[in-house]
């Protein structure tokens, strides 16, 4: 998933102790109310606002939270960034010494599950509470690289008194989430941390780098297991007289015959095998393969699903469907959350220059809206309906909205969603009521 141009934390140009001067003077203003000398980057002032409407006290924030040993242990043995994590170390930590940084490595809700450094920069670390098994969230620790970019879901540098509390003023953080390649969806971020004095504008493009190395190496496993599926279940296709295909426990698919071979299946959060009634294929038979499953259509009608709930304000983003035969939850990239939210905002519809004036702002970008409608429409068949592009009229949709309007896709910049947060903060009645009652 491309990045955005990268937004560092010094100014070309600027002397970084000049610069970490001016934040402190701006972090003071702030803090009493005055006016401030200097403006700050917009990252860091949307995430200013998140921060101090979670309550973060900006000189007695507590401790952050630890996870127990054996906790710890299994989140390490679970994330799906372990694999890639030999090409993490190797392609920072030689850098990350040389420039008396600590390397860290988190999941998805910004706990800390590897960090390696030189003895001098972890004890720095630990002086602030930054280690393994911490949480490193907005929500512990306020303004800070980790957590804001796993909130904004893209590289960022915080530096000096970009930082909200106090006492990590004296550190430079550059972070970059990892993501699934597969589906978009967060897996965890890599951070290098340092003291203030080392602080460099080509630090966030390493860090950068190496997500996006570790994104393409992921992408390869990802391939390399659906290689050993095919091969495993070829005798077995070469049998079949109907449509089938095979699919990883993801429902991605390795192979297919006498049928299209869709990207990836929707498969029910339960799954035993036996029948059921799959988006974009309509009721299947579901047999049970080592590491995957056999997958055939059936010529039979069946009900299509008549629910969709959007969860909107976690990350990542969500959709979950329910039919006539089971639940599935699909995983969202931030360009299809967008959509999804557009589209149940407007259950009238709406054209694709429509969408692509709230997307991006002009109508120059329907070819892009009509293939991400597409995709959409392969993952949640039956749901979406075109000409306009709308939900379907037996569709029931609700939105799990967060508590506050800033926190709806926070990271979208989007002219339509950040309507809908204008429209919402400035009438005061929840979004959800909004999509129920249109529903």
Do not use: K
């Amino acid at each position: 998933m491309p990045f955005p141009p990268l937004d560092a934390a010094l100014p070309a140009g600027a002397d970084a102790r000049e610069h970490a001067l001016l934040l402190r003077r701006v972090h003071e203003a702030a803090l009493s109310g005055r006016p401030a000398p200097a403006r700050l980057r917009p990252v860091i002032q949307d995430s200013w606002s998140r921060t101090r409407r979670l309550g973060i006290d900006p000189d007695s924030t507590p401790p952050p939270r630890l996870a127990a040993p054996s906790e710890l242990h299994r989140l390490r043995e679970e994330s799906p960034l372990a694999g890639v994590l030999p090409l993490i170390r190797d392609s920072l930590m030689s850098v990350a010494d040389h420039a008396d940084h600590a390397m860290l490595v988190t999941d998805a809700s910004g706990q800390v599950l590897w960090r390696e450094g030189s003895r001098r920069v972890r004890t720095v670390c630990e002086r602030v509470g930054l280690v393994e098994g911490a949480f490193w969230n907005e929500g512990s620790t306020g303004t800070n690289a980790i957590g804001t970019a796993l909130t904004v879901g893209r590289p960022v540098q915080v530096y000096s008194a970009e930082h909200f509390v106090r006492n990590l003023h004296t550190l430079t953080c550059a972070c970059a989430p990892v993501h699934d390649p597969r589906d978009g969806r967060l897996l965890g971020a890599v951070d290098v941390t340092g003291p203030v004095s080392t602080v460099h504008p080509s630090t966030l493009a390493l860090v950068s780098a190496v997500a996006r190395l570790a994104e393409a190496h992921l992408q390869s496993l990802h391939h390399a297991h659906l290689e050993r599926l095919r091969s495993v279940a070829a005798p077995l296709l070469a049998g079949m007289g109907g449509p089938a295909l095979v699919v990883d426990d993801a429902g991605w698919t390795a192979a297919a015959v006498r049928m299209e071979p869709l990207r990836r299946v929707l498969l029910p959060a339960r799954r035993e095998g036996g029948t059921a009634w799959l988006p974009a294929l309509g009721e299947c038979s579901l047999e049970p393969l080592p590491g995957g499953w056999l997958v055939r259509p059936r010529p039979t009608e069946a009900a299509a699903p008549t629910s969709v709930s959007l969860e909107l304000g976690g990350s990542p983003p969500s959709v979950t469907v329910s039919g006539p035969s089971g639940t599935w939850s699909h995983r969202l990239t931030p360009r299809h959350a967008e959509l999804l939210l557009l589209l149940a905002a407007r259950r009238d519809g709406v054209t694709a220059a429509q969408l692509s004036h709230a997307v991006f702002g002009s109508e120059g970008h329907t070819v892009t809206v009509r293939a991400e409608i597409s995709r959409l429409r392969r993952h949640l068949g039956g749901v979406l309906a075109s000409r306009p592009y709308r939900f379907g009229d037996d569709v029931d949709v609700r939105l799990a909205a967060p508590a506050a309007p800033a926190d709806l896709l926070p990271a979208s910049t989007a002219p339509g969603v950040r309507s809908l947060r204008r429209e919402w903060e400035e009438s005061g009645l929840p979004l959800a009521l909004r999509v129920e009652a249109a529903t």
